[in-house]
């Protein structure tokens, strides 16, 4: 997937947030949508910020992904620069569980929106289904994956649990 732009950018704002948005990536893999991988911090890295999510449309990109923990402003700012799909990953933290990221990410003042799923693994990977689901609109190839993706899930599932 390496020779075609990528639809997705996933953002974070630490390398330690990787182990979690690592979720988000492999499930773009197997819905093959392509995607780039960027640290980057609303606080420590303001301008890297700047030109990534202002540039983000022009360069293709058609959802951004941001993880991010603590103060977990990163997907607000962004959504504050582009006016992409910015869908949130508040990371499990240390000090609350993530319930602080959670809260600072959910609670983006009326004209900045920011979709927040849930801490952690489960946020990243429906992130990544999320971003299917609004390619898919355009992309009937997408579609077909996504239903794909979807009916192994559930084929997947056993009816009686096993020992
Ligand atoms: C946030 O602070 C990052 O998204 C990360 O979840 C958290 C801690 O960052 P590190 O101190 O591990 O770099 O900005």
């Known amino acids: 997937m390496a020779d075609k732009e990528p639809l997705v950018g996933i953002i974070m704002g630490s390398q330690s947030d990787w182990p979690t ?46 993880g991010a923990g603590m103060a977990a402003a990163l997907p607000g700012a962004a959504a504050a620069l582009t006016p992409l799909p910015v869908l949130g990953v508040p990371m499990e933290g240390k000090v609350m569980g993530g319930l602080d990221a959670l809260l600072a990410m959910s609670q983006m003042p009326a004209g900045i929106p920011v ?13 990544a289904i999320l971003a299917a689901s ?16 979807r009916a192994d899930q559930t084929a997947a599932i056993v009816e009686q649990p096993q020992d």
């Not at 979709?115 to 992130?127: D, E, H, I, K, Q």
């Not at 609004?134 to 993706?149: H, S, V």
């Open 115 to 127: 979709g927040t799923l849930a801490v952690g693994r489960s946020g990243a990977v429906n992130a």
């Open 21 to 66: 948005m690592t979720n988000a990536a492999n499930t773009l893999d197997k819905l093959e949508i392509n995607h780039e991988m960027r640290v980057i911090s609303a606080h420590r890295t303001p301008h890297r910020l700047t030109e990534y999510a202002t540039e983000a449309r022009g360069n293709g990109l058609k959802v951004l992904i941001a």
């Open 134 to 149: 609004i390619l898919a609109l355009e992309d009937q190839g997408i579609a077909a994956r996504l239903d794909q993706f």
